[in-house]
Every structure is written in structure tokens, then in C-alpha cells.
């Protein structure tokens, strides 16, 4: 492990260069012609170390790659299923942020948007294949390489050939950002719900009695929903925006309407939310509620697979000198879906930085080496 953090560490400047070249093609979720560019550009650096590569051409956002690295000469005889790593490339941030906000180092780190989520997890990705193919011949098993450009709108299209290609899959190990130098061992799931409440319109001086106010009714509802809250539990329903009303004062609003948002820890707290926003009526006899939407993402719970995986990947970075910690955090990534397939999976083997979807967002350049070696060591564990 050793030759390959050596091999990883040499190489530091040119890994800074490939993050920066990644952060300066801007990718965001909603335009599909500045994320095609980014992803033609990595589909070349994928195919320039070894890979095989399919596009998935999407209709909407930019198009979802799959990039199938072969074993090495030295890998064992017979068919192995892949190991899977999984990312995005598609970040947050709009279309000319750059021109305000361009990539820079400064003390030890690198700042741009996009850099921390997570395209530095990508380039460390690539060197460390690129380090098992120049040091051991190529990986000891296939390695599956599968990148969308969705991630942060919901994944909605690139959903089914994420789950299709991880059930091919021995393993799941997910580039997203480390929670401080830490792997993520559960992330929470994500659901999104809309409240639209329908009233009567009236006067507010002339014809008040005949009006039903929208609005308070919406703000009745937003007190039972935010009741689902269960801190004890882990789950947490958040109300984030609200709007209703007319332009003027003078009109009893006849609608409203809110946002919400839902984190859960198990998967089988899902279906009770589910249960609770359905069930809701009116106050007001005289309103009607409509909700809509749904839970998004399972939970990557901390099963006894992902905590073996776990176990794996902290052994490794005891070989290469550090203390690899663990995190259960409340944000989703694309791993809680393969995860709730049942395919081991180990989240947050990115970069180590801070700032997503912040101003300040950074990585710092000196664990990009050790994040390499940790990743390639443990892509050649879990192929033997």
C-alpha cells in the first residue's frame, strides 16, 4: 500500500490540475450543454486509463457515463463481479459562478464551486486506477465506474441506471466528500412534500365572513406537520417555504401553499410518514387540502455489510498510517439508493474539505494522496 500512496503522492500537483480542469468546466444540474462538456471531458480521461465507456444520453440533464475498468493480468481466473464506484458531476452552482468565484489554491487548499462536491472525488478516483494499472497491471477485478449529472436535483433520471448496474455489483464505494476525514456508515433519507390549501376569496372589509383564509388554515396545518418531528428518533419534518395569498391585503387569500421537507433514519419510517401527510384534513371544513409528492431517497442504514466494508477500508488506512473514522449524517447521496437495494456500500471516500453547496467550499490538497491510496487498496480487498 505503501508503493501506491508513494505512487499517489508524486503525483499531488497533477491531481490539483485535474480538479482544477473539472472545477472550470461547469456542470450544473439544470444545463445540459455546459454538462456535456464536463462529461465528454471525463469520459476521455476514463478512456485514456483503461476504460471501457458507454454513454447513457439523457434527455434533460447531462449524460450518465459508465466506464468499465477490466482486471489486471494478475487477477484471478473466471467471471467476478464488479467492483461499483459511484459519483456526480453535476454540482449546485449556476452557469458563470466561476467568473466570480474561480479556482484558486490558497494555504494548502483548493477553492472553486464544485470542488469539494465532488470532483475532487472523481480525479481521486482516477489516479487511484491509474495507480493500480501502472503498479499491479490494473485493479485485481473489474471496477465499474458510473457518473451522472443529476445527483443534486434528485437523481430522477439517472435513478434506474444506477440501480440496474449496482445490482451487477459486488460493491458500492461512493465518492462523495468524507465527513471531516471520516466515511459515511448511514446517511438519513429524503422526502419532499408540497401542501396546497384551497380557500374561498373574498373581501376583506366588505364580504370577510364569506371568505376562507388560506392562509390561516395553511399555518394550522404547518403546526400538526411540524408535530412529526421526532428528535428521539431521528426524524426530522421541516417546513421551508410557504407562499399564499394576493398582492394585496385587502383579498381573504384563497390559497397557500408549502414546501417540506423530511429526514428519516430507517427505511421503515418512510411509509409512516407517508401515512401522517396523506391523512391530513382541514380545520376548516371549508378548505381543502391537496399534498403531493413523496420520500425520495431511502436511508443507507448501518447494516453488518456496510459496517464490515467499513472495517475494510479503516485496516487499509491504519496500512497507509491514519485513523479512518466513521459519520452517520442527514443528507442523501446516490448510495442510499443501492444501499436499500442490499449491495454493500461505503459513502464518503472523497476528498477531505469542507463547504458544500457553501461559498468557503475547499479540499485540502495534502489527503488527496492518502484518499488515493485509501481507495485503490480497498477496490483491490474487495476484488480479491
Known amino acids: 500500500m505503501n508503493e501506491i500512496l508513494q505512487y499517489c503522492a508524486q503525483r499531488r500537483e497533477r491531481m490539483v490540475a485535474l480538479i482544477r480542469q473539472l472545477v472550470e468546466l461547469e456542470s450544473p444540474t439544470g444545463d445540459k450543454t455546459a454538462a456535456d462538456r464536463c462529461g465528454e471531458f471525463l469520459a476521455q480521461e476514463m478512456a485514456r486509463r483503461g476504460a471501457n465507456i458507454r454513454i447513457h444520453r439523457q434527455a434533460e440533464y447531462g449524460n450518465q457515463i459508465e466506464a468499465r475498468f477490466p482486471a489486471g493480468a494478475m487477477a484471478a481466473a473466471g467471471e467476478v463481479s464488479p467492483v461499483m464506484l459511484l459519483g456526480h458531476y453535476d454540482t449546485v452552482w449556476e452557469t458563470g459562478t466561476l467568473a466570480r468565484r474561480p479556482c484558486r489554491e490558497f494555504e494548502g487548499r483548493l477553492y472553486g464551486p464544485g470542488v469539494f462536491d465532488m470532483k475532487s472525488g472523481i480525479a481521486i478516483a482516477l489516479f487511484a486506477l491509474e495507480s493500480l494499472r501502472e503498479l499491479r497491471g490494473g485493479p485485481a477485478g473489474p471496477v465499474l465506474f458510473a457518473l451522472n449529472a443529476d445527483e443534486e436535483g434528485g437523481s430522477r433520471s439517472s435513478r434506474s441506471t444506477t440501480e440496474a448496474l449496482a445490482k451487477t455489483s459486488r460493491a458500492v464505494l461512493v465518492l462523495e466528500p468524507a465527513q471531516g476525514s471520516a466515511v459515511k456508515t448511514a446517511r438519513k433519507g429524503t422526502g419532499n412534500f408540497t401542501l396546497k390549501v384551497t380557500g374561498v376569496a373574498a373581501h376583506a372589509g366588505i364580504d370577510f365572513s364569506?371568505?376562507?383564509?388560506?392562509?390561516?388554515e395553511l399555518a394550522r396545518q404547518i403546526e400538526r406537520i411540524s408535530a412529526f418531528t421526532d428528535l428521539e428518533r431521528g426524524i426530522t419534518v421541516s417546513v421551508g417555504f410557504i407562499?399564499?395569498?394576493?398582492?394585496?391585503?385587502?383579498?381573504?387569500?384563497?390559497e397557500a401553499v408549502a414546501n417540506i421537507d423530511v429526514r428519516i433514519p430507517l427505511l421503515a419510517d418512510g411509509p409512516e410518514i407517508e401515512r401522517k401527510f396523506f391523512s391530513l384534513l382541514p380545520v376548516n371544513p371549508l378548505c381543502q387540502l391537496l399534498v403531493t409528492g413523496g420520500m425520495n431517497r431511502p436511508p443507507l442504514e448501518r447494516s453488518a455489510a456496510v459496517a464490515a466494508l467499513y472495517e475494510k477500508a479503516r485496516a487499509i488506512a491504519g496500512e497507509l498510517g491514519f485513523d479512518l473514522g466513521e459519520a452517520a449524517v442527514g443528507g442523501a447521496s446516490d448510495g442510499n439508493f443501492t444501499a436499500a437495494l442490499g449491495i454493500p456500500t461505503l459513502d464518503g471516500l472523497g476528498a477531505v474539505g469542507e463547504g458544500a453547496h457553501a461559498e468557503h467550499e475547499s479540499v485540502n490538497i495534502d489527503w488527496l494522496p492518502r484518499r488515493a491510496a485509501l481507495l485503490a487498496g480497498l477496490i483491490q480487498k474487495l476484488s480479491n
Open 210 to 216: 364569506q371568505g376562507q383564509n388560506a392562509i390561516v
Open 243 to 254: 407562499q399564499g395569498g394576493a398582492p394585496t391585503a385587502n383579498v381573504v387569500p384563497a
